[in-house]
């Protein structure tokens, strides 16, 4: 058990939201903002620069008596971008910026292609996570609670409800068990680091969310207890979510700090699109309560932040910044070792290759190594590996790729260049773009299987 002087050094949990396409991510976000300013009687909760942060306090009291025990983690920060995309672009050092991921899945629909994709993601990333088995509402016969406080009325439903929530549980523990996981209803789960619990929930009433942030910091306390002791009174470390030009601003950086102080004034390295940028920050911005017209006063200044947190931060010549980037505070006799650094984690990222393959072009080095991932467990090497569009010069090295089934750029989240995009009329080089990485391999293999077929 921690002592009271560790429990002041445990930072909050970074948690990300994660799951298929409408089954309920955003809506859970909202969710768990609304719920919050609601209950007033639950305080407050804090809104970052792309984060939300709901207190212990709150969870406390939105739980009642669902929670016991002593808890040592502050709160939950939430990232305010949900899916899969914003996890892999999110990097902190050797690893995921997220500490832990909720799961959404349609309880109606069950897993669909980006659950596991999403699964997959955290396997590779070893994220702790919990499913929120959502849309119970939808369930025929499911009735409400009426006026809160939202925490499961599971018992209290009839039992045909109940048999159907418990049949559909079951199915998303077989799918779990498929991938690896050991899963079960959260009520039944002794213990989170060796279980995955599925906590029924509905992000359209509010019901389960009381139940999830609770299974939330059970999990964080176990897995993170270690990771996040003595990580707060340190230089500031964080990742950039957001490279913005700000009316009456000019261009800002959207920061998650995960480690860490960062104060106004202090120098910085950050990751730049050609070599790391260094500057002093001029001011520390967060957003305001009460949001006015004028630009200005759309934010708070602040003179300091503790992590976990996220910023807006003002300094000279960001418009360089790269997101999914680091960002360090050096002291002036650690500026060049932090550089150094810098470079060295960016590097550190590049992605190793098989030697016959295709080519493969991403938008941050994050999905970038998903989408690897994703490829070799299909069985389709990769030779080439870059971030950024798609230009001519790599369509004039693909063409350097043998084996007429290599001869191809699959591009994630990226543009088609117009001189590639000229170039490829006279080359026989074939491009695949797409957003969905199952959907850029199915559209692959299909047009492998084509090829296959005329051949024979
Ligand atoms: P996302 O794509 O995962 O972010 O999904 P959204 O949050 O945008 O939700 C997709 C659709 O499902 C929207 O029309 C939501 O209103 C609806 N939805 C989300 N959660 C629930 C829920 O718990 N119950 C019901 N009935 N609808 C929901």
Not at 166 to 177: A, F, I, Q
Not at 221 to 248: A, D, S, Y
């Amino acid at each position: 058990m921690a002592t009271a002087t560790e429990t002041k050094n445990l930072r909050t949990p970074i948690v990300c939201v994660m799951g298929h396409v409408d089954h309920g991510k955003t809506s859970l976000l909202d969710k768990i903002r609304g719920t919050a300013v609601v209950n007033k009687e639950a305080g407050a909760i804090t809104q970052h620069i792309g984060a939300t942060e709901v207190p212990l306090s709150t969870i406390r009291s939105l739980c009642g008596n669902l929670m016991s025990g002593t808890v040592v983690i502050p709160g939950l920060l939430f990232i305010d971008t949900p899916g899969h995309h914003a996890f892999t672009t999110l990097r902190s050092r050797g690893g995921a910026l997220a500490d832990l991921a909720v799961l959404v899945v349609d309880i109606t629909e069950g897993f669909q292609p980006q659950t596991i994709e999403a699964i997959k993601i955290l396997k590779q990333f070893k994220t702790p996570f919990v499913v929120a088995a959502n849309k119970i509402d939808r369930i025929q016969g499911w009735t409400p609670t009426k006026n809160g406080p939202f925490i499961l009325s599971y018992n209290k439903q009839p039992d045909y409800v109940k048999t159907a929530i418990e049949t559909r549980t079951y199915e998303l523990v077989g799918k779990l068990s498929d991938l690896g996981f050991s899963s079960d209803r959260y009520d039944r789960v002794r213990d989170f680091t060796r279980n995955v619990g599925i906590v029924p929930i509905s992000a359209k009433t509010g019901e389960g969310i009381p139940d999830l942030l609770m299974v939330l910091i059970g999990l964080a306390q176990r897995f993170l207890e270690e990771n996040l002791r003595m990580t707060v009174t340190g230089p500031g470390v964080g990742t950039v979510l957001e490279v913005k030009e700000e009316r009456g601003l000019g261009f800002t950086i959207d920061t998650i700090l995960y480690d860490g102080v960062i104060k106004v004034g202090d120098t910085v390295v950050i990751g730049g699109k050609d070599k790391p940028i260094v500057t002093k920050i001029r001011a520390l911005l967060k957003p305001a309560p009460n949001r006015e017209i004028r630009v200005e006063e759309r934010f708070d200044r602040v003179p300091k932040l503790t992590a976990a947190a996220g910023v807006k931060i003002l300094a000279p010549g960001l418009e360089n910044a790269v997101a999914g980037s680091p960002l360090r505070v050096a002291k002036e006799d650690s500026v060049e070792a932090i550089i150094k650094d810098v470079e060295g984690e960016l590097e550190k990222a590049r992605i190793v290759t098989d030697e016959t393959g295709i080519m493969v072009k991403a938008d941050t080095l994050g999905s970038l190594e998903a989408i690897i991932n994703e490829l070799r467990d299909s069985g389709i090497k990769v030779a080439m590996a870059e971030v950024g569009d798609i230009a001519r010069k790599d369509v004039v090295n693909a063409e350097t790729l043998p084996g007429s089934l290599n001869r191809v750029i699959l591009g994630f989240n990226v543009q088609t260049l117009v001189d590639a995009k000229d170039y490829l009329q006279t080359s026989d080089i074939k491009t695949f773009n797409n957003n969905i990485i199952y959907k850029l391999i199915e559209d692959y293999e299909k047009w492998q299987k084509e090829q296959k077929d005329l051949a024979e």
